[in-house]
């Protein structure tokens, strides 16, 4: 079974400063996805960013950047310019690309930013 | 623009009492899922449906049973509740099949409480 670790359940930022969450997972698979969900107060779920295994280049979405080290079995998410509505529990979470097997998520981790 | 519904957002429960959590979406979605959420332990996989008419297990479905209902609405049911299943439920839905490449949308969350 395929495992995710989020090895920091708390991190802190200095507003507009960049942060680094760490992610590692476990698996024989060669094609899969990963993804990086922020949630909120609020509670609700947002897809933050994805990334296809198949794909050396890192995605980036506006602020949000990943470092995705695929031998190494590494999806660590960089937040630049850290801003107040950042804060959040950031899941990190796996799924392989083939039938219906389904997402498996890490613990997360609870950023907060410093005004 | 409603995306995925839940009700209720909040509930307690006396040990025994049964209820249903409802779900919603109006994303024309394929695939539904249900997941709980507890401190320290990520979502884990309650029940889901691939399809209209499909239901399948999850990683934890024992107490639980759930009906897809049509293709919007996905409810999930505890016969006889258990302190144990005190958590925060989130339903979330994806466009295509129940294939993990496929990001996710979620509702807000319901919080049960189970005395």
């Known amino acids: 079974a395929q495992t995710v670790t989020q090895s920091q359940p708390e991190m802190s930022v200095q507003e507009a400063e960049t942060v680094t969450l760490s992610c590692t997972y476990d698996?024989?698979?060669?094609?899969?996805?990963l993804f990086w969900y922020k949630q909120p107060p609020s509670r609700q779920m947002i897809l933050v960013i994805r990334?296809?295994?198949?794909?050396?280049q890192n995605a980036t979405e506006n602020r949000f950047s990943v470092n995705f080290q695929k031998a190494a079995k590494s999806f660590s998410l960089k937040i630049s310019d850290s801003q107040l509505g950042d804060a959040a529990m950031y899941f990190c979470a796996y799924g392989p690309n083939f039938g219906n097997e389904k997402l498996t998520f890490g613990t997360g981790t609870r950023l907060t930013i410093i005004p | 623009n409603a995306g995925v519904t839940q009700t209720p957002k909040f509930q307690v429960l006396k040990t025994g009492q049964s209820m249903t959590l409802q779900c919603a979406q109006d994303m024309n979605h394929n695939s539904m899922y249900w997941y709980r959420q507890d401190p320290g332990m990520g979502l884990r996989l309650i029940y889901y449906s691939a399809s209209e008419g499909t239901t399948d297990k999850g990683e934890v479905p024992n107490g639980y049973n759930v009906s897809r209902l049509n293709k919007r609405e996905f409810s999930l049911r505890l016969e006889s509740a258990a302190p144990s299943q005190t958590s925060v439920y989130f339903c979330?839905?994806?466009?295509?099949?129940?294939?993990?490449?496929?990001?996710?949308?979620f509702g807000d969350g319901t919080r049960l409480s189970i005395l």
């Open positions: 979330a839905s994806t466009r295509g099949g129940a294939r993990s490449n496929q990001p996710q949308h």
């Open positions: 990334q296809e295994a198949y794909k050396q």
């Open positions: 698996t024989s698979e060669s094609d899969y996805y």
